[in-house]
């Protein structure tokens, strides 16, 4: 029976533990390493993918520690503006944890670019995550050139090269098939478009302070698959990065 008993006593320490992890890490904000903020993301996705949210930092508490104490979230996330892509929810998460951007397509240009900087630079988020989604109504209309108006083309010009080169590389793929390849694309796109336009970045990613990954998050099952970094990366953060980086200052 004291065994029995010392289990079931156990495992609600174990629960409760866990759940106070989820709720208060995010007090130490950017001071967790880039894996561990990665690994916060992909313990919260899994909640939500199983229906076992926790629903942490979403009280009134929470409200008067941030703004009373500001803002520390320990990642940056630029998603696309879908509203079937709710970011805080999908990754189990609340009140000032995660600094998101959202911008049709998830691209990257001067706005996001500089919101992007306020994340890593300014609040020092450990990670930035871009993340795409299956069936994106931005890459859908470029893949297949839908007549577009007003202020949407300038904005989707982005999305194009990403297409493109999904087009060339898998010139076998037609349709749903092609436009899911170029959801990847493009979010390998972003990141590129992101350190030709900020030399911030690229200077936090260089000196060990910053590490950006592409993801896709799937509509239908809430499930987030992780890409890791650009397959470039190295190549890429020479050639935009090489003239123009200088050490991030303390803040």
């Not at 903020?37 to 992909?42: E, K, N, P, Q, R």
């Not at 609340?94 to 300014?122: K, L, M, P, Q, T």
């Not at 080169?165 to 010139?171: D, F, N, S």
């Not at 260089?206 to 470039?232: C, F, M, Q, R």
Request: net charge negative; with cysteine.
């Amino acid at each position: 029976m004291y065994i029995f008993f010392a289990v079931i006593i156990g495992i609600y320490i174990i629960m409760f533990a866990a759940q106070e992890s989820v709720r208060t890490v995010q007090v130490i904000g950017s001071k967790i390493a880039p894996n561990e903020a990665i690994a916060l993301l992909t313990d919260g996705n899994e909640r939500f993918v199983t229906g076992q949210q926790h629903y942490p930092n979403q009280d009134q508490s929470r409200r008067n520690l941030t703004s009373s104490k500001g803002q520390h979230p320990f990642a940056t996330v630029i998603s696309c503006s879908d509203s079937r892509v709710p970011v805080e929810i999908l990754f189990d998460r609340g009140i000032g944890d995660i600094f998101v951007v959202r911008v049709a397509g998830n691209v990257v240009d001067i706005d996001e670019a500089g919101s992007i900087e306020y994340g890593v630079d300014h609040l020092e988020t450990p990670v930035l995550v871009v993340l795409g989604h299956t069936h994106c109504g931005a890459v859908t209309a470029v893949a297949t050139k839908a007549k577009l108006h007003g202020k949407i083309p300038p904005l989707v010009d982005n999305i194009i090269p990403a297409v493109l080169k999904a087009q060339e590389e898998h010139p076998h793929l037609k349709g749903e098939a092609l436009i899911e390849e170029a959801v990847k694309y493009n979010v390998w796109q972003a990141i590129e478009d992101l350190f030709k336009t900020s030399p911030i970045s690229v200077g936090r990613i260089k000196y060990g302070k910053l590490k950006v990954v592409g993801a896709i998050y799937d509509i239908k099952t809430g499930k987030v698959s992780w890409l890791g970094e650009h397959p470039n990366q190295k190549t890429l953060l020479a050639e935009y990065g090489a003239s123009t980086v200088t050490h991030p200052s303390a803040h």
